[in-house]
Structures are given as structure tokens and as C-alpha cells.
């Protein structure tokens, strides 16, 4: 399988879309965990 990621930013499916949709779904993944910190009052 080869994956060749367009360099046109205005592209939908670019490289740095990739990325960027990767790192939001990595976030609202942590979102989902609950903190195990209790002193900072955002549970």
C-alpha cells in the first residue's frame, strides 16, 4: 500500500490535513478520560 498525500494546500486530502485530523481526534479522545488530579477542581 502506498500513500502519496497531496503538497497543494488547497487540497482536501493533504498531508498536513493528515495530521491535523489525527492530533483532534488524539484530544477528544483525552477528553474522554477523567484526570486522576483532584487539587485543580476540574473533574
Do not use: V, W
Not at 479522545?29 to 476540574?42: D, E, F, V
Request: no cysteine; glycine share 2%.
Amino acid at each position: 500500500m502506498l500513500f502519496n498525500p497531496s503538497m497543494d494546500e488547497n487540497d482536501k486530502n493533504t498531508f498536513s490535513e493528515l495530521i491535523e485530523d489525527l492530533l483532534d481526534t488524539i484530544y477528544k479522545q483525552g477528553s474522554l478520560i477523567p484526570r486522576l488530579a483532584t487539587h485543580t477542581n476540574q473533574a
